[in-house]
């Protein structure tokens, strides 16, 4: 099996970036022990601040492998582009959220990327990620 995790925006900064709100452990460290926890799972990453590399990147794994895990961060609230693409792949997309996307702004209650998802899990810090990958070894 081989899962993707795709990380957008400003997750590159996660350990230092605002700690109250996504802890302060970097994602590299994070996905060492994932890859431990789970190594039947063939976890593989990749990160982009860029909109359109998100896009290419679905585009290029969307067909073959086994599910994708998709933290697009901002672009959650404001891309019917990477809800496009993932709407063209075959692969199956859990969209993720480090924080509760619900009791923050407003603006980030909407997600253009949820109704073509196989479903959204948030709000369980790091651990949504450990949750999406428990449904694709599941399943
Ligand atoms: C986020 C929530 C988004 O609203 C925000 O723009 C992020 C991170 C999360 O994981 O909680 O960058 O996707």
Redesign the pocket.
Known sequence: MAILIIN????NLLGTREQS??GSQGFEAYLTKLQEWYPQAGLQYFQSNSESEIINKIHEVGFEIGGIIL????F??TSIAIRDAIAAVTSPVVE????N?HA?EAF?HKSYLSAVCKGVI?GFGLD?YRLAVEYFIKS
């Open positions: 957008g925006p400003n997750l709100i996504y933290n697009a961060g901002a959650t609230h993720v959220h480090i924080s996307v923050r980030r948030l949504s």
